[in-house]
């Protein structure tokens, strides 16, 4: 699949400060329970396709309106031409940013030395021990640790974020994470919203306070640690 299956055209939350259009496609190779796209994740097959001249075109229209476009998914690593479609963003003038799981780490490595990327954010599932349970699969732990070691000596800008739930976040599992992404800089503690269309409904957000007690673990050992979507 080398179509983009869903588009948000206006962001103000995706990549900082930024005004931003998101493109999101469908597929990837995990199954966290908790995940906000099942349909995308579940039916690649049956998703829309977005004609990238449609695209193209709405980018080239709004040149000097918006800043940057982030590529998110499912997994965007999974997109077969994603070099050349980032190349093509970056010709128009944006920024990119990219939402991953970093289980190709050769393909983030690859957008990072050819200057195609301009932002990475990484999901952290969980610790390395409760990594496969969170995502609901088998995961490639190697390439998954290949990916965060690679973003820490990057020298570009990226994040590490955790989306929290009661029934898989401790602060032992924070203490851990905290450990593996020594020298990171910058790590966020996500809320966990029920949207009702998650693969699987039902976990329970973790209280501001015990969040706010992972921030302080992370804090120890990056540069910058916050919450995000919780009311502070
Ligand atoms: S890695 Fe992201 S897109 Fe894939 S199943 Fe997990 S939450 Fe969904």
Known sequence: MSDFS??????????????TTTLFM????FRCPFCHNAELVLHPESAPKIPWAEIKGYLEKRRGVLDAVCISGGEPTLLPDLEDKCREIKE??????????GCQPHILRSLIEKK???YIAMDIKNSKERYMSTCGTKVDMAAIEESVDLL?????PFEFRTTVMEEFHDEEAFEKIADWVRG???FYVQRYIDSGGCIQNG?????I????????ILAKTVDFASLRGYDE
């Open 6 to 19: 869903g588009w948000e055209k206006l962001s103000l939350v995706d990549y900082d400060d930024n005004i």
């Open 26 to 29: 469908a597929g990837c190779p």
């Open 92 to 101: 128009l003038g944006y920024k990119v940013k990219l939402d991953s799981n």
């Open 116 to 118: 195609l990327v301009d």
């Open 152 to 156: 820490i000596h990057s020298g570009i």
């Open 184 to 186: 990171a800089k910058r």
């Open 203 to 207: 976990f329970h957000q973790v209280p």
């Open 209 to 216: 306070e015990k969040a706010r007690k992972f921030v302080e």
